[in-house]
């Protein structure tokens, strides 16, 4: 199994203010996936994140406001972009193992915008 | 959510019980998982059942599935009051590489 490490855990951050998560696994993975779940609600996915590459985004999420790096295999940060109150959820990496079919999830961001 | 619907949305019973929950989904699989999630942390994989399989066990867990019906049911038997989570299932869509959350079960065993 992969342990994914998410940083910062929690945040109290500013309208109109930018945050970067960063997402760590510490072995090699297929795929990394972004995914934020606001409160009390399920995990909805963001995005795909491609190595070297621009991520691939879900219906309702646009680039511009959560722009998404993957340098190497193993590291994915995601941003959110001029953040407002409705922002404030936890947001959650996850990725894909070797063998293909598990995903792993980090314990995930908690982002409050006031 | 983005895949499918789960019921009850909220469950509680007394510790020693079973607990069941069901999951619905919309389209084609290659497999499905059900996590658990303690209080908004992250989530714990539970036990993964592929689309040619129809049941599976795992210690106190057994989930089914039927593809017919695209739903799929998770039973933990002898309910403890550790077991009090959110109870998600996840599909790895058929030819799309990704994983799609059900809207969730909410336990709670009393003890």
């Known amino acids: 199994s992969a342990v994914i490490s998410q940083k910062p855990s929690r945040d109290i951050c500013q309208r109109g203010t930018s945050l970067t998560i960063q997402c760590q696994v510490d072995?090699?993975?297929?795929?990394m996936f972004w995914y934020r779940q606001q409160p009390g609600q399920s995990l909805t996915l963001i995005a795909t994140?491609?190595?070297?590459?621009?991520?691939?985004?879900e219906s309702g999420f646009v680039i511009d406001k959560f722009p998404i790096s993957r340098p190497n295999l193993t590291f994915s940060t995601l941003t959110v972009s001029n953040m407002s109150p409705e922002d404030s959820s936890i947001y959650l990496c996850?990725?894909?193992?070797?063998?293909?079919?598990?995903?792993?999830f980090g314990e995930g961001s908690w982002l409050t915008v006031v | 959510s983005q895949q499918g619907e789960e019921d009850p949305q909220a469950l509680s019973i007394q510790e020693g019980e079973n607990a069941t929950m069901n999951c619905s989904y919309k389209?084609?699989?290659?497999?499905l998982q059900w996590y658990r999630q303690n209080s908004g942390r992250g989530l714990v994989h539970l036990i993964l059942?592929?689309?040619?399989?129809r049941e599976k066990h795992s210690g106190r867990l057994r989930v089914t599935l039927d593809t017919s019906k695209k739903s799929s049911s998770l039973l933990i038997t002898a309910s403890r009051a550790a077991d009090t989570a959110s109870y998600f299932c996840?599909?790895?869509?058929?030819?799309?590489?990704?994983?799609?959350f059900g809207s969730g079960t909410k336990l709670n065993v009393k003890p």
């Open positions: 996850s990725a894909r193992g070797t063998s293909g079919n598990t995903i792993y």
């Open positions: 072995s090699q993975v297929t795929m």
């Open positions: 994140a491609n190595q070297g590459s621009e991520a691939t985004y």
């Open positions: 389209t084609s699989i290659n497999n």
């Open positions: 059942i592929r689309s040619n399989e």
């Open positions: 996840a599909t790895d869509r058929y030819n799309f590489n990704k994983f799609y």
